[in-house]
Antibody
Framework: EVLLVESGGDSVQPGGSLRLSCAAS????????LSWVRQAPGKGLEWVSG????????HYADSVKGRFTVSRDSSRNTLSLEMRSLRAEDTALYYC???????????????????WGQGTLVTVSS | EVLLTQSPGTLSLSPGEGVTLSCRAS???????LAWYQQKPGQAPRLLIY???TRATDTPDRFSGSGSGTDFTLTISRLESEDFGLYYC?????????FGQGTKVEMK
């Protein structure tokens, strides 16, 4: 069974930093691209960042480019999202999602989300 | 980026009724790379349809997807109680991947 378990969400002040993690199991980790997708309270889904299966390619939404960094550790089967200079508009439930493919292009396009975690909540407020 | 507009915003229906949800793209979706997801309150989204018309594993056959280019639909032939919730379309042919704003299917 594919499992994605996010952690690291917290309440932080504007300008602060946070690191999210996604522990993956039930599949061969380095053969699938992974992404972060967020959902602000009561709002729709927004793709945030993606990384190819081997970690060689990354891609970010314009809204987080330069502030967020995605990485993956195949020794621990973990995807991470380092978030800096957080803003109120970053407040959301952050989901880790697996793409159905592992290609380099899948960091940004060409794959759909076939499995999702339950999310971890990030609140940015003073 | 490809803007996806879903309509209607909300539908109020009874179990047993059929429903069609619309998703319109601002430009042609490459290779008809269009997916549909279902989200229930307090739950993560769940993949229903990919490639515009292919049902995902475990998607009941009362769900069907169709369309091409800029116009796509998700049809539920006969609503069951577990089908009420939010539905999102998403295109993955162009970067960045984008989602529609969602259609809520609520029980009348």
């Amino acid at each position: 069974e594919v499992l994605l378990v996010e952690s690291g969400g917290d309440s932080v002040q504007p300008g602060g930093s946070l690191r999210l993690s996604c522990a993956a199991s039930g599949f061969i980790f380095n053969t699938y691209a992974l992404s972060w997708v967020r959902q602000a309270p009561g709002k729709g889904l927004e793709w945030v960042s993606g990384m190819s299966a081997t970690g060689g390619y990354t891609h970010y939404a314009d809204s987080v480019k330069g502030r967020f960094t995605v990485s993956r550790d195949s020794s621990r089967n973990t995807l991470s999202l380092e978030m800096r200079s957080l803003r109120a508009e970053d407040t959301a439930l952050y989901y880790c999602a697996r793409l159905n493919t592992g290609t380099a292009a899948a960091a940004s396009r060409g794959g759909y989300f076939d499995h999702w975690g339950q999310g971890t909540l990030v609140t940015v407020s003073s | 980026e490809v803007l996806l507009t879903q309509s209607p915003g909300t539908l109020s229906l009874s179990p047993g009724e059929g429903v069609t949800l619309s998703c319109r793209a601002s430009q042609s979706v490459i290779s008809n790379y269009l997916a549909w997801y279902q989200q229930k309150p307090g739950q993560a989204p769940r993949l229903l349809i990919y490639g515009a018309s292919t049902r995902a594993t475990d998607t009941p056959d009362r769900f069907s997807g169709s369309g091409s280019g800029t116009d796509f639909t998700l049809t539920i032939s006969r609503l069951e109680s577990e089908d009420f919730g939010l539905y999102y379309c998403q295109q993955y042919g162009s970067s960045p991947r984008t989602f529609g704003q969602g259609t809520k299917v609520e029980m009348k």
